[in-house]
């Protein structure tokens, strides 16, 4: 396995465009987060899922924002509308929990969004 | 949820011990205390975790205070590829929920040659 694959690693788009990102998370990894980092801090939790169905949202996901986990493998997260503020670095991150959500996350390279 | 205080930035010099410390005075009983850094250009990387006891891994070592209330990441000899902002992070373990991370901003390491 070679680990948590995030794509495109690289998007620029033009304010009011469509973007959607993909992750593929570890194989048999149950657990599927999203994080949104901007320069200079850490990561921002935005959602998770546990198979396919995500059991919470940030505050910081507005409705233009909207993930997806179908058949609990890969995952998407697509933002509409998007505004310079939505420029970022937005990482997938998997974990296999069974019960205490105690175990280490892997997080992929993630995905630089730049809105002009 | 619990926050933690580490300083912004520390300097070491590569072959020596590094101690990375972090303030945690809120902790409650079913907190656990995790350490992810983040090398440039690159997503956070787990490196270590603890409840009450010293932890030692491949990686690292943990030391926790007897009250909880402060921990330190111990590098026992920095290379230049330790470089990076080490996360000090409390997780909430609850059966079949949460998981998630908050992290904070964290130390910037950086090791001199």
């Known amino acids: 396995d070679t680990g948590v694959s995030q794509d495109p690693r690289h998007k620029i788009t033009k304010r009011g465009q469509n973007v959607t990102f993909r992750c593929d998370p570890i194989s048999e990894h149950n657990r599927l987060y999203w994080y949104r980092q901007t320069l200079g801090q850490g990561p921002e939790f935005l959602t998770y899922?546990?198979?396919?169905?995500?059991?919470?949202k940030s505050r910081l996901l507005s409705d233009r924002f909207s993930a997806e986990r179908p058949k609990g493998s890969f995952s998407t997260l697509e933002i509409q509308r998007t505004e310079q503020g939505d420029s970022a670095m937005y990482l997938c991150?998997?974990?296999?929990?069974?019960?205490?959500?105690?175990?280490?996350?892997?997080f992929g390279p993630g995905t630089r969004l730049t809105v002009l | 949820d619990a926050k933690t205080t580490q300083p912004n930035s520390m300097e070491s010099n590569e072959e020596e011990p590094v101690h990375l410390p972090c303030n945690h005075s809120?902790?409650?009983?079913?907190?656990?205390i995790h350490w992810y850094r983040q090398l440039p250009s690159q997503g956070p990387e787990y490196v270590i975790h603890g409840l009450t006891s010293n932890v030692n891994n491949r990686m690292a070592s943990l030391a926790i205070a007897e009250d909880r209330k402060s921990s330190t990441l111990i590098l026992h000899r920095a290379t230049l590829r330790d470089a990076a902002v080490y996360y000090c992070i409390l997780r909430a373990v609850l059966y079949n929920q949460g998981g998630k991370l908050i992290f904070g901003q964290g130390t910037e390491l950086s090791v001199k040659p």
């Open positions: 991150a998997s974990s296999l929990e069974r019960g205490l959500a105690l175990n280490e996350q892997f």
């Open positions: 809120t902790i409650s009983g079913t907190d656990y």
């Open positions: 899922f546990q198979n396919e169905a995500q059991l919470e």
